[in-house]
């Protein structure tokens, strides 16, 4: 991934954060509500076994028993179903919150204005009204705020960084690490 597409996915992620946070919140409640249905289902007992299953042995209908236990299996694969979706979205969610509050810690005017255009999406007169700054300063400030806060979710692979200089003098190249000298 170059350091481009970092910042699309977290613009992506800043702008369906209330979305996401929606989504983690429903799928707590869901798994609240299957881990109770479960401890409420019960089973009832089997009055007798019978090789060919069904009613009675019959094997025209399903028996009360086969139906409990086709619903107690429907619950549990809707409980691992829904682990796996917030098991998928939550850590990147928690990635995001501990970088927001970083950058809100070190920059206070900077995570305004992240929230206020990137999440809220307002309009940069708007932004600059709720920063405290003006309308430029915003917007300049803006993508270096975006920056750092890609830096801090995706760490260094994710900051574009020149490591060496090249100096062209005439036929020949020098090159310099990144020391002055």
């Not at 799928?27 to 401890?39: H, P």
Request: charged share 25%.
């Amino acid at each position: 991934m170059y350091h481009n597409d970092y910042t699309v996915l977290v613009r992506e992620y800043l702008s369906r954060y209330n979305e996401f946070k929606a989504y983690i919140a429903n799928l707590e409640a869901e798994i609240g509500d299957y881990k109770e249905m479960l401890a409420l289902s019960a089973v009832p007992a089997v009055p007798s076994l019978s090789p060919t299953g069904g009613c009675g042995g019959s094997g025209g209908s399903t028996s009360p028993q086969e139906k409990a236990y086709f619903k107690q299996e429907d619950l549990e694969q809707r409980l691992r179903e829904s682990y796996e979706n917030l098991l998928e979205v939550q850590p990147k969610m928690k990635m995001l919150d501990r970088s927001l509050e970083s950058l809100k810690t070190i920059s206070p005017v900077d995570y305004r204005i992240i929230c206020a255009r990137y999440i809220d999406g307002s309009s940069w007169e708007s932004v600059a009204r709720y920063a405290g700054a003006s309308v430029t300063y915003c917007r300049s400030e803006a993508k270096k705020a975006l920056r750092r806060l890609t830096g801090a979710m995706f760490g260094e692979s994710a900051i574009p960084m020149q490591m060496s200089l090249v100096f062209i003098d005439g036929d020949k190249e020098k090159k310099h690490g990144g020391n002055c000298g």
